[in-house]
């Protein structure tokens, strides 16, 4: 497989939906580099939302038609206003589909006596205090809001209307 060219991969990822393409990144760093292709994400982008849609959001200075495509599939996901998102265990503050900070993660916490007991979940942030990473009240309600939203959401999507 590694003498296959280029443009074979290329066509080959083409048949590629965006889920199973960013999954096909995650498998090696040449497989990663040509699924960064521009022309494969304006293609994804460009069948999702539209020609029209690609022309407006064509993108600036250094951003790839990947991030565009992310932003715009996450605005579909999350809306355009102010959120707190959590994708996996990680939290983020999103507006108009743009990840504007990293809140933090949700982890296990052991007793120091005990590896086995788990203590509730505890978040670790960005911020650093004497080795350890600690939390404000408003980092603490924004973890709280997030888990709300994914609550909400997920509600939504088990009960129908």
């Not at 760093?29 to 960064?36: D, E, N, P």
């Not at 999702?48 to 200075?61: K, L, M, S, T």
């Not at 599939?73 to 939290?91: Q, S």
């Not at 296990?108 to 979940?121: F, G, H, I, V, Y």
Request: proline letters at 2%.
């Amino acid at each position: 497989m590694e003498s296959l060219p280029v443009d074979l991969w290329i066509k080959i990822f083409r048949l590629l939906d965006f889920q199973n393409l960013a999954t096909a990144q995650q498998v090696c760093r040449k497989w990663k580099s040509l699924g960064s292709d521009d022309n494969l994400w304006f293609n994804l982008f460009k069948d999702r939302w539209g020609e029209d849609q690609a022309a407006f959001y064509a993108p600036v200075d250094s951003k790839s038609w990947k991030d565009v495509f992310e932003v715009q599939d996450r605005c579909d996901r999350v809306g355009l206003g102010l959120k707190i998102i959590r994708e996996g265990g990680d939290y983020y503050l999103i507006h108009q589909g743009e990840i504007q900070r990293h809140l933090g993660s949700r982890v296990k916490r052991k007793q120091a006596n005990s590896s086995s007991t788990d203590l509730p979940c505890d978040f670790i942030g960005d911020d650093f205090v004497e080795g350890e990473k600690c939390f404000s009240i408003l980092d603490k309600i924004l973890f709280f809001i997030g888990d709300l939203e994914v609550a909400s959401r997920d509600s939504k999507r088990t009960h129908p209307m």
